[in-house]
């Protein structure tokens, strides 16, 4: 009897696991998407398992048409800004402190000086609903603006799959619980357990990847970078003919490197009280060695 309970406790898990790892791959397909959405089909028949005491477990699926549908698309909104301002610190406080207002945050901030000229970059995150005020706002705060790209990621239908993986996933757990109650044998107990706590690793995964999703959505990226002059900018994608920015960029080079040969020319005079009486006696030698 005792070999035979265990029989069909094994039977049981197998059958659960089975059905979910079946139902997860059907979310999957291009049809349980298109079904999650919108579009209601039939829910599967019922699989019956058997327990570890003989009694018949019901495993249920869940039907794709009851799973719940979004009121609104799920967009991952950021944008990416280049800037010409007047004063990089002023303007730098000035994106944090409007973030702040509107119940976001600043990611990062920085100033450093570039060829000896200062350029700053600041990341902040702001509220969705208000992420095109707060464009508009930055754009407000710079003398130009060279760059700017506005971006968006539909999530939607990765967000209903994750819902659906984490429903089957619990249905799964609760049918687990059940045989675990069900089971006489430590040995029993213990093998319905590590299946648990794979399941439940992987409920908790798939909570993280929703909350993700949720807050990325929730709050959009802002990314500024900012300058005195044009041509200490990133140079922006090639979206347009721009001679006039290489030529200045371009001239740029020139005189960094005219700057640098001018340095090394005041280094080699310097060091010249080192250098010139070492080789000035090296060439004296020489001429009496000759004689």
Do not use: C
């Amino acid at each position: 009897m005792q070999d035979r309970a265990k029989e069909m406790l094994a039977l049981g898990v197998f059958l659960i696991l089975v059905i979910a790892g079946i139902t997860i791959l059907a979310l999957r397909s291009t049809g349980a998407k298109r079904a999650v959405i919108g579009e209601p089909t039939a829910a599967p028949p019922m699989m019956m398992g058997k327990g570890p005491i003989g009694e018949a477990v019901e495993a249920k699926s869940i039907s794709f048409g009851t799973l719940p549908q979004l009121s609104s698309r799920l967009v991952i909104k950021s944008a990416t800004l280049h800037l010409v301002v007047k004063n990089i610190e002023d303007t730098i406080r000035d994106i944090s402190r409007y973030a702040e207002e509107k119940g976001g945050w600043v990611v990062k901030s920085n100033v450093e000086e570039k060829d000896g000229v200062p350029v700053g970059e600041i990341s902040v995150r702001v509220p969705a609903k208000d992420f095109e005020e707060s464009l508009s706002f930055i754009r407000k705060l710079g003398e130009r603006v060279i760059f700017e790209e506005v971006k968006g990621q539909d999530v939607t239908e990765e967000y209903v799959d994750l819902q659906a993986q984490l429903r089957n996933l619990q249905s799964a757990e609760s049918q687990l619980l059940k045989i675990m109650g069900r089971a006489g044998r430590i040995s029993d107990v213990l093998e319905v357990f590590n299946e648990l706590k794979s399941v439940r690793e992987e409920i908790e995964r798939i909570k993280g990847k929703i909350q993700y999703l949720e807050q990325s959505s929730a709050m959009s990226t802002i990314n500024v970078k900012l300058a005195l002059s044009e041509e200490l900018l990133p140079i922006p994608p090639a979206q347009k003919w721009r001679p006039i920015y290489v030529a200045k960029r371009a001239w740029r080079s020139v005189l960094l490197i005219l700057r640098g040969i001018s340095y090394l020319i005041i280094w080699v005079a310097v060091l010249g009280v080192i250098w010139i009486p070492i080789v000035g006696i090296v060439l004296w030698m020489r001429k009496n060695k000759g004689k």
